[in-house]
């Protein structure tokens, strides 16, 4: 009870517990049967600048309380200003072949050895209070961007170290940590403007409107740098911007939709929080059905080569290949993606966008230049694909490529046509995957038909084996209503068709036949179609017969019997 009860007046003399007497805290201690600290700990009454002092009674380690004007301003010299406050260091004194500074975590060696390296001298440590550094920071190191307690307030200013992120300029983690602060709070919406000389964000759940944070309008001007930086919008860029970004890692990460614009001198953004959206852009939540998924995620996770994603207009492409991309990428893969228009910022992605570059920017430069492991092209020919990826290693890069094509047997047979060698494509390709947006009937208003309208297909023309299918279908049709705002649809969803070019695949490739007979052995022994899932979303009135018809693969060929 000695030792604890001489450290518990010595913090108090500190300032350090939240007492008005030490009798005070030694009563509680009694009647509670705790030892005098562990009763100071557990109902809060330590100040975490307490932990240092501890600590430096226990190993024998200097704790400094410093006052303004106690350290000399001269020795900030021996340590950057980026240093100083990225790492919460302030330099106390220095010898002939050593250099004291003050932390408030021991367990520093890097940092330690870092300032040895900059000084050329043996570095000492002293424990200090981390409220006692930050005001010597501020003292010795003030931020380029002046702050006043008075001047700034909000709802999440309490949650934000922003003397630390002013003074280190780094306004994108700023603005990221401002907008996981917001999601945290259960905020929708942001919106960054300025008002009357000072600059507001302001955020809004629901019928609700709070005033997250007011600053001066300086401190905005730093933030809507930081909203530029993270969303990659370059000066010249037109007046409305949109983008959709990610911050954060692990827990803390989140998507974003930005929209930003700028005139007349002045700007205004606005933020909105997409929930659950890294949940929306996992490769297993696209909607291939299961033995797609199976196929296409174990070829992904073991060969790099050719992944094709076609489509008749490429809408709804850019998700699928992120969502493939994010898929395939480890922690330490280089990642180039090459955008018409760049619609998700993703951190740790090279992102390149089409119209800034040379045109005649060959995979094979960018390979050489940029060495990546995945490279993303939003929209690329078949041909340009396979015959510029030829010239590369094939097991050195895995290439996800949007095309725009009809149909999954039009991809194929593109593919099989193509002017690189059998054992090339054999080699290169991994699969092509051919993907539709259809729209989703309003549960509200759609109406069933007795049988299939004739304006979409004549049963002439229907193969065999597939008129039992359309015979045990159900049809429906958009109507219209309020809820839906008189579209007749609710939303839209992918469907997929797809070809997984396993060994077999391969040996079909190599196959000295022609062409026209390896597309149909392909594509009639090795196509993973979603004609199940189909005749379960007709069954169920998600989908109408003219938005699907195209996978379904119900016509005859003219020369096929019927």
């Known amino acids: 009870m000695g030792k604890s009860k001489d450290i518990v007046e010595k913090l108090f003399s500190l300032g350090l517990l939240k007492i008005k007497n030490v009798a005070e805290l030694e009563k509680a201690s009694s009647e509670s049967g705790r030892d005098i600290i562990e009763e100071a700990v557990v109902t809060g009454l330590v100040s975490p600048d307490a932990l240092p002092y501890i600590i430096s009674e226990n190993l024998d380690i200097p704790f400094i309380v410093l006052q303004e004007g106690d350290v000399d301003s001269s020795l900030c010299a021996l340590i950057p200003y980026e240093i100083a406050w990225g790492e919460e260091v302030i330099p106390l004194s220095q010898g002939n072949d050593f250099v004291t500074v003050g932390v408030c975590d021991l367990l520093r060696p890097k940092l330690f050895r870092r300032i040895e390296k900059l000084t050329g001298k043996k570095a000492r440590v002293a424990l200090v209070g981390r409220d006692s550094i930050r005001r010597m920071l501020m003292s010795l190191y003030p931020p380029p961007i002046a702050i006043s307690d008075k001047k700034i307030s909000g709802h999440i200013v309490g949650d934000i170290d922003l003397p630390k992120f002013l003074a280190t300029r780094d306004s994108s983690s700023l603005l990221s940590e401002i907008l996981f602060q917001s999601r945290t709070a259960g905020i929708r919406v942001l919106i960054l403007h300025h008002v009357s000389g000072k600059f507001v964000i302001e955020g809004r759940e629901d019928s609700r409107s709070i005033v997250l944070l007011e600053t001066p309008g300086n401190i905005g001007e730093f933030l809507f740098d930081g909203l530029k930086k993270l969303c990659g919008f370059r000066d010249g860029d037109p007046a409305v911007r949109e983008r959709i970004i990610e911050t954060g890692e692990g827990k803390r990460s989140g998507m974003y939709k930005v929209a930003l614009v700028s005139g007349a001198g002045s700007k205004k953004a606005v933020i909105r929080i997409i929930p659950n959206a890294l949940g929306k852009l996992s490769i297993d939540a696209l909607g291939f059905n299961e033995d797609q998924l199976q196929a296409l995620t174990g070829l992904i996770s073991r060969e790099k080569g050719i992944y094709i994603i076609a489509s008749p207009t490429l809408d709804g492409v850019s998700t699928t290949l992120y969502s493939m991309v ?198 009639s022994h090795f196509r993973l179609g979603p004609e199940e899932l189909i005749v379960k979303m007709l069954m169920e009135g998600q989908v109408t017969f003219e938005d699907i018809v195209p996978f379904l693969d119900l016509i005859r060929e003219k020369n096929e019997g019927g």
Do not use: W
């Open 326 to 523: 994010r898929f395939a990428k480890s922690p330490d893969s280089a990642v180039v993606t090459i955008e018409e228009d760049i619609r998700f910022k993703n951190e740790g992605f090279i992102q390149l966008e089409k119209p800034m570059l040379e045109e005649d920017l060959s995979i094979e430069k960018i390979v050489r230049t940029l060495s990546p492991d995945i490279l993303m092209y939003s929209n690329l020919t078949i041909e340009k694909l396979i015959h510029e990826t030829a010239h590369i290693y094939p097991s050195r890069v895995s290439v996800f490529a949007g095309i725009e094509c009809k149909s999954l047997e039009s991809a194929v047979e593109k593919v099989i046509t193509s002017e690189a060698s059998r054992h090339a494509l054999a080699s290169l390709m991994k699969a092509v995957v051919f993907q539709k947006l259809v729209r989703i009937l309003c549960d509200a208003c759609k109406k069933e038909l007795p049988a299939i309208p004739s304006m979409y297909l004549d049963p002439e023309m229907v193969k065999s084996g597939k008129r039992d299918l359309l015979a045990r279908m159900k049809y429906y049709i958009p109507s219209g209503c309020d809820e839906c705002g008189g579209t007749g649809f609710s939303g839209m969803t992918a469907i997929f068709d797809m070809v997984v070019f396993s060994p077999s695949v391969r040996m079909e490739m190599l196959m000295d036949k022609r062409e026209e007979e390896k597309r149909e052995k392909i594509l």
